[in-house]
């Protein structure tokens, strides 16, 4: 991308369609891990897993065709696309597994935390500089993850907990295959081919998970079930990327990427409403501090597009 090019579309204010567009997206990623729950009644959670990208696929293969993606060209990202392919798979096992134990809402707080391990990462391995505020967020988030865990809450057990750790495992895990993104060749592949790397290795693994774990299907689901599913897989994973990746070629990546922290939020907020998710005063202290954290982590460069590699 050209530095002209840059400079234009950082200086382009979002148009009131733009903000609705970007509104949209954050709350279609804060309602994903509800879908989830809604759904494990009907499918088990590795299958839901599986399902998702199994349908994912198709819709990026077919988008890419018709950008004129070149999905089988040799360009030096076969080695990382594999490697953060399977990073991807064992993220999904972990956090389809916590949601099992967790809830909705702590979940949306818990794997947001992936921007944290992002900007501790680029520090350690990228050799990024941090500003003062992103510190400054850093250790917001920190402190909110801490208080989430740590404080006695009466809703809280022990395998609560186990689900909140495992959420955050998959956070972490998030956050490496956005590092192996930013920091090899795979940071030059069309957003495509990058994801489906991910989505396509990651079938065989949550496969594989699903078989180990004895998971069947018992009975007929639900059509919202069904319905949950095909969001997952074919608007969460398929379409909202093309649409984030959409706005980030015409408007400001600082502006949008601001909306960011507005993901978890409404995933809290829903999961209060939709799922009646008990929310205790210790527990919204901690989201708050966890979502003002990743406001300040997540200001970026105006200069720089940020990594489309999304919350998905």
Known sequence: MSSNHLKSSAGRALTPGAIALMLMLCLSWGFNQIAVKLALPDVPPMMQALIRSA???????????????????????????????????????????????????????????????????????????????????????????????????????????LGDL??????ALWAATTLIAKGTGLRNAAPEKALGYQVAVSIPILAAASFLSGEAITHMPSLLSVSLLAYQAFWVVGITFMLWFALVKVYSPSKLSAFSFITPLFGVVASYFIMHDTLTIAFGVAALLVIAGLYLVNKPDPRLVPDPNLPV
């Not at 495992?166 to 956070?171: H, I, M, R, T």
């Open 55 to 161: 349908g994912a696929l198709p819709v990026l293969l077919v988008v890419g065709w018709f950008r004129g993606v070149k999905f089988f060209e040799n360009n030096g990202t076969l080695w990382p696309g594999l490697v953060a392919g399977v990073l991807f798979g064992i993220e999904f096992v972990l956090i389809f597994t916590g949601l099992v134990f967790t809830s909705a809402s702590r979940a949306a707080v818990f794997l947001y935390t992936a921007p944290f391990f992002v900007a501790l990462g680029s520090y350690q391995f990228l050799g990024e500089r941090l500003s003062g505020l992103q510190w400054g967020g850093l250790a917001l988030s920190f402190m909110g993850v801490a208080l989430a865990i740590g404080v006695p809450q009466p809703n809280v057990d022990a395998k609560v907990l």
């Open 166 to 171: 495992l959420v955050v495992a998959g956070g």
